[in-house]
Nanobody, 124 residues
Framework: QVQLVESGGGLVRPGDSLTLSCTTSGRTFDSLVMGWFRQAPGKERAFVAALSRSGNTQRYADSVEGRFTISRDNAKNTVYLQMNTVVPEYTAVYYC?????????????????WGQGPQVTVSS
């Protein structure tokens, strides 16, 4: 069993930056593909970004390409999501997810483990 604990959510102003962190335990971190998803009120959970086991391959949703950066520190068992120049449309619950497969998937159903999902609110 893998446990994921996220941190870094909260209230931010439009144009600001925010970094979410997700620390895992229970399984060798570098055996996991790591992803971030978000769910806005009244909407389905949507893919944001994902990172290969090594960290060499990244995937982003078109809506965040160029503004978000996903990274991982395998020594700290932690994956990060840096969010730059945020806009109110980014308001959502952000979920960290881990997948034991070897390939990167953008489908939430492919991920085996999930964090609790901190709220990110972008508002002036």
């Amino acid at each position: 069993q893998v446990q994921l604990v996220e941190s870094g959510g909260g209230l931010v102003r439009p144009g600001d930056s925010l970094t979410l962190s997700c620390t895992t335990s229970g399984r060798t971190f570098d055996s996991l593909v790591m992803g971030w998803f978000r769910q806005a009120p009244g909407k389905e959970r949507a893919f944001v970004a994902a990172l290969s086991r090594s960290g060499n391959t990244q995937r982003y949703a078109d809506s965040v390409e160029g503004r978000f950066t996903i990274s991982r520190d395998n020594a700290k068992n932690t994956v990060y999501l840096q969010m730059n120049t945020v806009v109110p449309e980014y308001t959502a619950v952000y979920y960290c997810a881990a997948d034991s497969a070897w390939y990167i998937s953008q489908g939430p159903n492919d991920y085996d483990y999930w964090g609790q999902g901190p709220q990110v609110t972008v508002s002036s």
